[in-house]
């Protein structure tokens, strides 16, 4: 299931529609992608943490990193390279 | 006599440190990690009148030592260090806590017992669990327990005790694979058989990390048998993977996650929910690409309502404070020089920015319960879908979102994307998203001049200027050809009450910003303006520098409707968009002045060219960084011509239809 999980992944499928092809609880699809990203099939997208963490301006900027409670994710450029270059 | 040791192990937030505090109290102790800066939680337990030490080791998915953390809690395993391994097992999800379970069974430990935590969860969650089933086939004991609430935890301690006194004995399920993997392990196996490393290791998990090609594991080889040994086995593994044309460990993560599926059907059972749950259907609204993004609006308009009317009887408080201490003062200073610059260049000036605060402030506070409650996840996706129709990576929509803030982490943020073209189009269309100095730019003409719809007012600016980000976007990569699409999953939170605590800290430490900025930039701004306004003589004579300096751009501001001192304002408003609203307060003193001065057409006109022409010194700077300077040049250049068209065909249309 982990390997139909990625490909699917690979394919641009969110979390809902991978959870209803394989018909398992979303739960466990984002189990899966937590296990994908542990082996580093894919990565972890820092959502702005660390942009504003490393802002010349963080001093005196008017405000305002935004904080993003989902997880994002995108496929690990090596697996990409691979699907393309078949 | 030392005492025995119990190990936590299990994915990370699935109840580990409250089973650890349940179990050992107030005798903890919190270090490191040898040689590492991973915390180590140790603590006591005493049962039956016996002391153990309990560790919490370092939450992890898998052992596949791809991170320190999963290292540090697989030598600790792997050594044999554990007398006793309490695996905390999360019931609400199962499949994947089961695949480290596996993990560690697969070690060749047997002296695992499984705390089920969050049963309470999971069965609001609607997933049956039979525990005795359980226990009979992963062969190790399930302890069902709710650390929160004290479920359990007696039997948890009992069976703690049985297991480290030899009491309690298992036969461990261990993971079966395809008949041709099972070939591999028992071929290497049967090279590692005899020697020393027998004697340590279960050789069935030496077979399986070494088809996984897992470095620690290969180094341990070759120290043990040398490279002669070990250069037979890899070279048999890449055979293996030749044939597979896949790489060995993905195959043998995904069929362990098959063999989890198949023992889970003899002990779990999904009972059916009514349908969807109302959280789902939420989602499929709010994400929906048109309803979602109808609903975006929705949301936003209602949270501008909500700043508007609450902030804005504080900000005219706040603005007549300003100018009635700007009235005391102006007695008390003798020098007239000084009382210029500070009556009317600084209070003026800062004044009418600072009075903005509580628009800012409560601007915040609603985004940060929009944040808590998990509605800004579900507005990305909106965001994220659009923006792929017009050409954007999906990966550029944090860049983006970020914008809203500020521009400059937006314009950093731009490195996350791998792709040079995708980044460069991101980069130069993020200043056109307007930031939150903008935000106090428009709502001061959306208040000024637009009693009752200033809502309605500051969303269709907002979404003009989004609309125009996505509208270059498109432009821009039609022209540069695009990369590869990389795939992007956002992960949705769960929706949650937001803590008032943390949604009033975080909006200060943000609006803090605002007043900090508004005692230097603005207020050397101010200073700086004062001064044009005043020398070489006073304004209103059209001899001052910024009247001199407005009207030679003044024929071309006539274009949009606009006069000398909009061109002054907005010049300013490059080193900071708040300068502009300081900029008009200290040429006309006053905010009556300048209602009466200006239709709201010409207003409207204003804000919107304050919010797409050029992006700040700041921002410039940034792109520069982050690109060179020509790209940074090219963004000037367009913003301005974008800017003017927009304002033009704003002016031109609003005047014939009679505004
Ligand atoms: N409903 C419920 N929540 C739990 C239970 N055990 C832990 N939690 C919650 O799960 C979250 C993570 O717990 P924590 O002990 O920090 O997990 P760790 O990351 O594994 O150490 C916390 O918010 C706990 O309050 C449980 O049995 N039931
Ligand atoms: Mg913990």
Redesign the interface.
Known sequence: ????V?KL????K???EIAGELN??R??V??????L??????ER????E???A??????????????????????A?FR?EKS?GK | MAMKVVALAGNPNVGKTTIFNALTGLRQHVGNWPGVTVEKKEGVLEYNGQKFLVVDLPGTYSLTAHSIDELVARDFLLKGSADVVVNVVDATALMRNLFLTMEILEMGLNNVIIALSKVDLAEKHGIEINVKRMEEVLGVPVVPVNGKEGVGLEELKEKIYEMANGVLHERPVVPKYDPEVEREIEHITGVLQGTPLAEKYSLRWLAIKLLQRDDSVIKLVLRHLGSEKLDEIMGHIAEVEERYKRAMDLIIASQKYEFIDNLMHRFVRYTKEEGESFSDQLDSVLTHPVYGLIALFGVFYLVFKFVFVFGLPLQELLDNAFSSFGEWLAPHIANEALRGLIVDGIIAGVGSVLSFFPLVFLLFLALSVLEDVGYMARAAVVMEKIMRKFGLPGKSFIPLVLAFGCNVPAVMATRTLDDERDRLVTMLVNPLIPCSARLSVISFLAAAFFAGHQALTAVSIYATAVLMALLVAWLLSRFVIKGEESPFIIELPEYLIPSWKTVTLHSWERSKEFIKKAGTIILLGSMAIWYLSSYPVQMGTGGSYAERLGMFFEPYMRLMGLDWKAAVSLLFGIIAKENVISTYGIIYGSEEAIVGAMTPLQAYVLAMVTTLYVPCIATIGAIRAESNWKWAAFTVVYMIALASIVGIIVWNVGSALGY
């Open positions: 299931m982990l390997e139909r990625l992944l690979e394919e641009g969110d979390v809902d398992v609880p739960e466990e984002v189990g899966a992608m937590e296990v990203a542990s082996m580093g099939y894919i997208v820092g959502a702005g660390g942009a504003c490393t802002c010349p301006l963080r001093n005196f900027c008017p405000g305002s990193c935004f904080r993003f409670k989902g997880k994002v994710y995108t496929v450029e990409l393309s």
